[in-house]
T-cell receptor, first 113, second 113 residues
Framework: DVKVTQSSRYLVKRTGEKVFLECVQDMDHENMFWYRQDPGLGLRLIYF???????EKGDIPEGYSVSREKKERFSLILESASTNQTSMYLCASSSGTGWGEQFFGPGTRLTVL | AQSVSQHNHHVILSEAASLELGCNYS??????LFWYVQYPGQHLQLLLKYFSGDPLVKGIKGFEAEFIKSKFSFNLRKPSVQWSDTAEYFCAVTPYNNNDMRFGAGTRLTVKP
């Protein structure tokens, strides 16, 4: 089974802190994604990566950055956390061609105080 | 930019009732279509997908969806819902061979026993 794991299920941080969210997948997938999920807004794409060291902005990249140094790992970085970044963050991965099924991790619920 | 609309935010049904959840998208070209489900406390998982061929797609747990190209729609159906179908359902669309997956806002389904 494809497995996508995220480093924390729940995280509480203070405004201004630098926050790292880690995601690891074990299926050798080329593509990896970071979304945030908010009630009534569905999933919004923050960043995605289709190869190591490659990244593309999604719909809402402001205030975020990403890092993909290894194929299996995709990190989301909040450079200076703010209260409006309180949300559920979902990581997903998919195989290289055709943009088929994305496999999701369990999510990290981040609260910024 | 393409968008995905889910018409119902919250649907409440009794067990054995029939279900239809609406999904419309705004992209004019060839698309891949998906329905994902998120059960309470669980991660997003694929319910069904359409890439090509028969526009009536069958998924897991008795769900099906029909792609109507002329209406830009991909509605989800189930003839008889169960209490265990209580979950949030997301429609998603990608242009064929493209990275850009867009999700709808989600529909919360509550099935009363």
């Amino acid at each position: 089974d494809v497995k996508v794991t995220q480093s924390s299920r729940y995280l509480v941080k203070r405004t201004g802190e630098k926050v790292f969210l880690e995601c690891v997948q074990d299926m050798d997938h080329e593509n990896m994604f970071w979304y945030r999920q908010d009630p009534g807004l569905g999933l919004r794409l923050i960043y995605f990566s289709y190869d190591v060291k490659m990244k593309e902005k999604g719909d809402i990249p402001e205030g975020y950055s990403v890092s993909r140094e290894k194929k299996e790992r995709f990190s989301l970085i909040l450079e200076s956390a703010s209260t409006n970044q309180t949300s559920m963050y979902l990581c997903a991965s998919s195989s290289g061609t055709g943009w088929g099924e994305q496999f999701f991790g369990p999510g990290t619920r981040l609260t910024v105080l | 930019a393409q968008s995905v609309s889910q018409h119902n935010h919250h649907v409440i049904l009794s067990e054995a009732a029939s279900l239809e959840l609406g999904c419309n998208y705004s992209y004019g070209g060839t698309v891949n279509l998906f329905w994902y489900v998120q059960y309470p406390g669980q991660h997003l998982q694929l319910l069904l997908k359409y890439f090509s061929g028969d526009p009536l797609v069958k998924g897991i747990k008795g769900f099906e969806a029909e792609f109507i190209k002329s209406k830009f729609s991909f509605n989800l159906r189930k003839p008889s819902v169960q209490w265990s179908d209580t979950a949030e359902y997301f429609c998603a669309v990608t242009p064929y061979n493209n990275n850009d997956m867009r999700f709808g806002a989600g529909t919360r389904l509550t099935v009363k026993p």
